[in-house]
């Protein structure tokens, strides 16, 4: 398996996953609380980076994402996931 399948398939196994559990958690949140700031900046954080790996994804499809791209991508998402576990 290559850099670019590695990355699709957890990009749609995993990450997008748990972005919609965070933007539907965020929702939850503004549901109850209208005014939550906090919340509404999760949200429109989340949705900024499920938009951002949505165009990743199709890149792939259209065979538009290289190598060397799928490896900086994937190496933020294991900084992204270690600074969460910290």
């Known amino acids: 398996m290559n850099k670019v399948q590695e990355l699709e398939i957890l990009l749609k196994e995993d990450v997008l996953v ?8 965020a929702l939850n949140i503004l549901d109850k ?3 939550n700031k906090e919340a509404k900046e999760e949200l429109e954080y989340m949705e900024e980076i499920q ?3 949505n165009d990743v ?3 792939i499809d259209n065979d538009k994402l290289n190598e060397k791209d799928a490896i900086d991508i994937l190496e933020v998402l294991e900084e992204m996931k270690i ?4």
Not at 18 to 25: H, K, V
């Open 33 to 35: 609380k209208n005014n």
């Open 51 to 53: 938009n951002y790996f």
């Open 57 to 59: 994804i199709i890149d």
């Open 18 to 25: 748990e972005i919609q559990e965070n933007i539907d958690e």
């Open 83 to 86: 600074e969460n576990q910290a």
